[in-house]
């Protein structure tokens, strides 16, 4: 491989992209775009907001007695509201006729032996017969308990873990205490690097095929393989391309980071802990990951007649790359159960989870492990490199009738 | 000479299609070598082998006298036949790009493709994107930017295709440039006029299979009835060895040789008869008649 070469394609792709009136709309609108969709989103989430800061007042026909309220006295439960009623007829006035509440609970006579409630709802119930539940469940709580249990008892009884204090002990035994929410803070990496992988892929993916797509349609593909090798051209493309895609989600998350947006408050105030080992592996796994899913998408994706059969082609793989997200909450429960050992072997995943494990747990990885995945990954990425500027080749300079598979193998086997 | 390509008995087939079968040629150095045929007559493949775009299932191919390798890239430049620029790209771009492909550094390249321009008259657009340049001008500028290298070897298949009679002189100038260079073009086109105007030699490829190959004046007279051009003053005598007379125009006539009749004798007895000759010449047989009885109806010369 000649690098100058590389150097050549990998330049004009990047300069030639990141100056395209569409990269760049796409590049600096994307934030005030996604500003004004949080805009949006905001206005109803703060409208609901409001509604519950004002109690939301439900009716209770306590034919138990357990309650200990006079009728039309109201008691408020956090958020919610119980007034009493006497009996049911006027409980039902005021959900129908009145409209005061917004539904009512009949807590039955048999209440102690059966634990019967039952809910009513009217024309304005808001979310179902059961709102208010879990707050009718404390008030009765309260009640049952009374003067039954001391109010030390009883105060656990209702809140079992009032005071929480957390605390970690490391590989050497040594306990250091921690913020209650340092987990989320581990996660902080690995989730920024899935977001900033899988972003880089999608966007560059999309780029690459693009271009693979134009230079079919623009006919200069003859041109340029007879100045440089298919592994010359693939490699400058995923360079170039690779660069404009990852220097487009740099400068979203440098303006997400600078308005404090978002995912950057989520994650200042926390007490973010990332372990030295994911943080020294995280660049290795991100460049490989991307040449190894690149160049499978620009292989398969030169097979296109035009750039929408080529993005159809390419992005099987995207969609591939995206399958270890559905296992983040098997990772997050058992990091070095059976799936996440088997996914740390899988080319596709190794990236996510090895990050992902040495993020939650570091010490419960062996090295041989982690070498082993990693070097999987690496022989998948030089294989994948391998196969897919072979593919490259025969699909550049395919045109007319896709060929049969048996065919494009020949092909590519006798492609210099 | 020293052959600057060889071929050896190449072969290649595209699944069950043969595209190539035991082509043998050599292309000169300094020499404009034609390489023809009819469509899928295995022209391409040929090229796409030599610019190592495909492979040779069989036979052996020697450039600059070693076998193909990368490194022969920067001394070999490609014009092919379907041919595109990037078209959102300014043209300028464009040029720097593919001679920095071909080694040259970007001032190098960049103040080479200034000077290109200027010479097929394309300053002015040399900022323009290249969607906005007329298929002509975006022609001459695919041929400016193959040749900004200075190739020692040059592929030009299908050159003129798309221009008008002015620029078809131009890029026909130009080439001839390249061979008074010392430089060596490989030509392949299907404008006959164009192929005994430039090319030395030729190799004529039907079916994969190569069917006329040499020099082309040596091609033309192979394939040439016994004929002449006389053009004299006054009237044509009675000629011995003559089969039939043809008057084109008023003194000039087509003479019909018998078959063992010697031109040198027919010559000798209109200077000795006192008929001031004006003009006295072999017909040959036009490269298009060649090409047709050829690969139509499979004449073989040899």
Sequence with gaps: MRWRTVRTVTWFELTSTVRRLGYLIVTLGMPVFALLYAGLALIPAKLAKEQESAPRIYGVVDQAALLGLGD???IVVRSAGFRCFGDEARARRALTDERAIRSYFVVTPDYLASGRVLAHTGPASGLGPWEGRAELSELLRTRLLGTRVEPKVAARLLEPIAGRETFRVGGDGQVEAEGSDAFIGRLVLPIGFVFLLFTSILMSGSYLIQATATEKENKVVEVLLSSATADEIMTGKLLGLGGAGLLQVLIWLTMTLGVRFGFAQLVLPLDVQIAWQAVAIAPVLFITAYAFLGSLMLGTGSFGGNVRESQQLGMFWAFLATLPLMFVPLLLTDPHGVVAHVLTWIPFSAPATLVLRLSLDPDGMSVWEVAGSLAVLVLSTWAAVRLASRLFRVGLLLTGARPSLREIWRQAKGAP | ???????????????????????????????????????????????????DIVRADSGTMRVFGAPLGRDHDFRLAYLPEERGLYTKQRVIDVMVYFGKLKGLSAAEARARARTWLERIGLSSVENHQVERLSKGMSQKVQIAATLLSEPELCVLDEPFSGLDPVNTALVRDLIGEIRASGRTTILSTHQMSMVETLCDRVALLSEGRRVVYGPIDEVRRRYSAAELRITIEGELPELPGVESVTCERPGTHRVVLAADTDPQRVLASLIDAGVPVLRYERVLAPMEDIFIRVVQHGEDRG
């Design chain 1, 72 to 74: 039309g006295e109201v």
């Design chain 2, 1 to 51: 000479m020293t052959p600057i390509l060889v071929f050896e008995g190449v072969g290649k087939r595209y699944g069950d299609k043969t595209a190539l079968s035991g082509v043998s040629f050599e292309v000169q150095a300094g020499e404009v070598f034609g390489l023809l045929g009819p469509n899928g007559a295995g022209k391409t493949t040929c090229i796409r082998i030599l610019m």
